[in-house]
């Protein structure tokens, strides 16, 4: 399904800690176009999502990691749906967002979202072939979110928790210091599909990212937890 995404200056640093009272001012908002909905937030690794309050009635998925808000399975259909888009659109400058996506659902939408400056984005093709070592890299996203890229392209977002055991591999160094820093328990990373990654990607490949990167990962990591200190 194609989709739109609106670029955005952030008035602010990525602000988590709003989400909140974000979340009841939207429950205002939504009352007032007549609505009984009531939003709650359900918070993941990597991901802040605001459900509406009603089955089927779509979300919000804030992805803390890219600075990026969703707008999932919510159809804009008339007046009061356009003025909840530009709702999120402002709030999502408040929390220091980089941009909005959305996917279309229509030819309304789109031009809702072209009018205002949205760029219509790619769907993803499939990655052919096995995953080249050289390929693959890592860079930092914010504070310890990092970000797995493939020919230089995003990939993967890699959120640093504690895990049961080691992933199979070499256990570098810099894992090691880290591991000791914080009590001793294994550390591994949380890992989900970059939104502007452009291809779809089997489990192989996404298995083969993951190992290829990690020590990367893993030095990048300690240092920038020892810059923090």
Known sequence: MPWMEIEINPQSDWNEEGLEDWTLALGAFLTEKGTELKPEIRRLPGFNIVHMGEEGAGALT???????VLIDGIELKGA???????????????MGAVGVCASINSSAERHFWEQIGGILRPDPVSLEGKIIRDKVSIQ???KFF??????EEPVLCLEPITVNCHAPGIISLAQRRLEKMYGGNPLGFASWRAVHCPWTITQDQWQDLLAYSRLQAFDLLEELVLNSL
Do not use: P
Request: cysteine-free; aromatic content about 16%; hydrophobic content about 50%.
């Open 62 to 68: 804030l992805h803390n990691a890219e600075r990026l």
């Open 146 to 151: 990092l970000l797995v890229t493939y020919e």
């Open 140 to 142: 930092q996203l914010i």
């Open 80 to 94: 009061s749906d356009f003025d909840f888009a530009r709702f999120v659109i402002r709030f999502a400058g408040q």
